[in-house]
T-cell receptor, first 115, second 113 residues
C-alpha cells in the first residue's frame, strides 16, 4: 500500500515570497490533515478536511495561509507571503474515516526554510 | 483547551535499560490517547493507542496504560535497544466532533550501546 506522498521534500525561500506544498493521501482516505511542526515542538493542526469540505481550520493563519482539496483527493497548502516564523516542517496526514481513536498515516513532510 | 504535556528530553539510556516517558493530559471528558514515534529521517507513525480508561496499549515491547485518575498515559519499555532511538510524541483526540489529533512537544530518546 502506497503511503502519503508529499512534495517537495525541502524548500528554501526568502521572506515575503510565496510557496506551495502538495499532498497525495492514501487512496480511499476521506480525511486529510495539514500539520505544522516547528523545530523542537509537537505538530500543530492547521486544517482538517473531510472529503473536500473543511472540518476545522481554526488554527490556520488565514491572512497568509490557504489550503484546498479539490475533488476530495489531493491537497495543496499555500503560504503567501511567507514570514520567518513559518520555517517548519509541514506534515500531511490522512485517515480512512473520521472516527474516535482512528489511526493517522503521515507523510515525510516538507521542510520549509524562510530566510 | 485540550492539551498534552510530556517530560522534556533528551532521555539518554544504555541498551537494555528500563524506559519511562511521562505524559499527562488535560481534556474535557475522556479522550482517546496515543503514542506516535518519529525515527530519524522518517515520518510519524502510530506506536500504540488506548481509547478508554484502564485500557493498555502495547506494541513492539512498549506499553502505556490510560489512567483517568491521574490523567496520564506514561510510555514504558522493559529493555530498550539502540534501534528505539527516536522522538516519541504523546497525543490525544478530544471527544468532540472534530477527531483532530493534539500532540505534546515530543521527547527524544537516545539509546547507547
Amino acid at each position: 500500500e502506497a503511503g502519503v506522498a508529499q512534495s517537495p521534500r525541502y524548500k528554501i525561500i526568502e521572506k515575503r515570497q510565496s510557496v506551495a506544498f502538495w499532498c497525495n493521501p492514501i487512496s480511499g482516505h476521506a480525511t486529510l490533515y495539514w500539520y505544522q511542526q516547528i523545530l523542537g515542538q509537537g505538530p500543530k493542526l492547521l486544517i482538517q478536511f473531510q472529503n473536500n469540505g473543511v472540518v476545522d481550520d481554526s488554527q490556520l493563519p488565514k491572512d497568509r495561509f490557504s489550503a484546498e482539496r479539490l475533488k476530495g483527493v489531493d491537497s495543496t497548502l499555500k503560504i503567501q507571503p511567507a514570514k520567518l516564523e513559518d520555517s517548519a516542517v509541514y506534515l500531511c496526514a490522512s485517515s480512512p474515516r473520521q472516527l474516535e481513536g482512528e489511526k493517522l498515516f503521515f507523510g515525510s513532510g516538507t521542510q520549509l526554510s524562510v530566510l | 483547551g485540550d492539551s498534552v504535556t510530556q517530560m522534556e528530553g533528551p532521555v539518554t539510556l544504555s541498551e537494555e535499560a528500563f524506559l519511562t516517558i511521562n505524559c499527562t493530559y488535560t481534556a474535557t471528558g475522556y479522550p482517546s490517547l496515543f503514542w506516535y514515534v518519529q525515527y530519524p529521517g522518517e515520518g510519524l507513525q502510530l506506536l500504540l493507542k488506548a481509547t478508554k480508561a484502564d485500557d493498555k496499549g502495547s506494541n513492539k515491547g512498549f506499553e502505556a496504560t490510560y489512567r483517568k485518575e491521574t490523567t496520564s498515559f506514561h510510555l514504558e519499555k522493559g529493555s530498550v535497544q539502540v534501534s528505539d532511538s527516536a522522538v516519541y510524541f504523546c497525543a490525544l483526540t478530544p471527544r468532540d466532533s472534530s477527531y483532530k489529533l493534539i500532540f505534546g512537544s515530543g521527547t527524544r530518546l537516545l539509546v547507547r550501546p
